[in-house]
């Protein structure tokens, strides 16, 4: 959405009707997000981002535990973790510090 906006391929209407029909939201529920798709490019998008780096987490966090896998302490694991970057994250709970290393390059 928010990129549509942004390059002018949608109006503020048409992000409107996309949130009311793709997203079954109310029409002031839908400019909300509209308008918070307007006012920060990329916010959006980078929620998927954030999204598939955890799935892809959650897949190697699985392969390492093996059968000892529960996805209640996969959660608990990440959540206690707070606020940080993935990277590091995924050092803490995949004993596995290749994401940071990358990043300092």
């Known amino acids: 959405v928010d990129v549509n ?14 949130f009311m029909e793709a997203g079954g939201l109310d029409r002031e529920s ?8 307007a006012s920060s490019p990329t916010q959006k998008i980078s929620y998927i981002t954030g ?3 955890i799935m892809e987490l959650l897949g190697r966090y ?4 093996g059968k000892n896998f529960r996805l209640g302490q996969f959660h608990d694991e990440l959540i206690k ?5 993935l990277s590091v994250i ?5 004993d596995d510090p ?5 990043a300092q390059r």
């Open 5 to 18: 906006l942004h390059t002018g391929k949608w109006t503020f209407e048409e992000a409107v009707k996309y």
């Open 30 to 37: 839908a400019e909300g997000e509209a308008a918070g798709a």
């Open 51 to 53: 999204k598939w780096q």
């Open 62 to 65: 699985r392969d390492r535990m």
């Open 81 to 85: 973790n707070g606020s940080l970057p």
């Open 90 to 94: 995924n050092w803490i709970m995949l």
């Open 98 to 102: 290749s994401d940071v290393e990358k």
